[in-house]
């Protein structure tokens, strides 16, 4: 099965720092969502995206769905301690319900 | 909020074992998923099911079967277990939509 190329694989910042991730794919998608894990927990949902262009705002993060429905872009800005954990992008073609997941990023804040 | 429920958050069984994975959702959701999810791979689609006794193969079905008798329960079966299936199993359920996760098991076969 096809696998997203998501980047950067792990980050450390200091608190206060803004962040930049993003999913590339050689399909198109027609849905793009972001998740975030926590140790021990499942995969939450924090942005879905629907349209080609689309930017969609949820607090501190902003998602953006890429033009050429091949890329997505996660930002979180002014980051804090429980921003920490695993964010995975997702995507899903026309007409199918199963995603395809990113290999994940790895957050980190250095205290 | 949609409530994704697995019935045992750790589990530990012996090789060539049956196992039982079970998850309900509460939300009347069409769609059922089953992912695996291993450090390096991501999360990996095993089965899915979009209705009651319908299901479909995902990427990575080899060694596992599912059961849905009933809309609100999705079960994996590992028919023999093997070392090679320790993992971190995630169920999930949409409406279609945007998949809503439980909290994951945790299973190491030994």
């Known amino acids: 099965g096809q696998q997203l190329n998501q980047s950067p694989q792990s980050m450390f910042i200091q608190e206060g720092e803004d962040v930049s991730m993003n999913c590339t794919s050689s399909?198109?998608?027609?849905?793009w969502l972001w998740y975030k894990q926590e140790p021990g927990e499942g995969p939450v949902l924090l942005i879905a995206?629907?349209?080609?262009?689309e930017l969609t705002s949820n607090g501190r993060l902003t998602a953006q769905f890429g033009i050429t429905r091949k890329d997505s872009f996660l930002n979180i800005s002014a980051s804090i301690p429980s921003d920490v954990g695993i964010y995975f992008c997702?995507?899903?073609?026309?007409?199918?319900?199963?995603?395809?997941f990113g290999t994940g990023t790895r957050l980190t804040i250095i205290p | 909020d949609v409530k994704v429920t697995q019935s045992s958050r750790y589990l530990v069984k012996r090789t060539g074992e049956k196992v039982f994975l079970e998850c309900v959702q509460d939300?009347?959701?069409?769609?059922m998923f089953w992912y695996r999810q291993d450090p390096g791979l991501g999360l990996r689609l095993i089965y899915f099911?979009?209705?009651?006794?319908?299901?479909e193969k995902g990427d990575i079905p080899e060694g596992y079967s599912v059961s849905r008798e009933k809309k609100e329960r999705f079960s994996l079966i590992l028919e023999s277990a093997s070392t090679n299936q320790t993992s971190m199993y995630l169920c999930?359920?949409?409406?279609?939509?945007?998949?809503?996760f439980g909290s994951g098991t945790r299973l190491t076969v030994v």
């Open positions: 995206l629907y349209k080609a262009g």
């Open positions: 399909s198109i998608f027609n849905t």
């Open positions: 999930a359920s949409s409406r279609p939509g945007s998949p809503h």
């Open positions: 997702a995507g899903r073609p026309w007409g199918n319900e199963k995603l395809t």
């Open positions: 939300m009347d959701h069409e769609n």
């Open positions: 099911s979009y209705d009651v006794k319908m299901k």
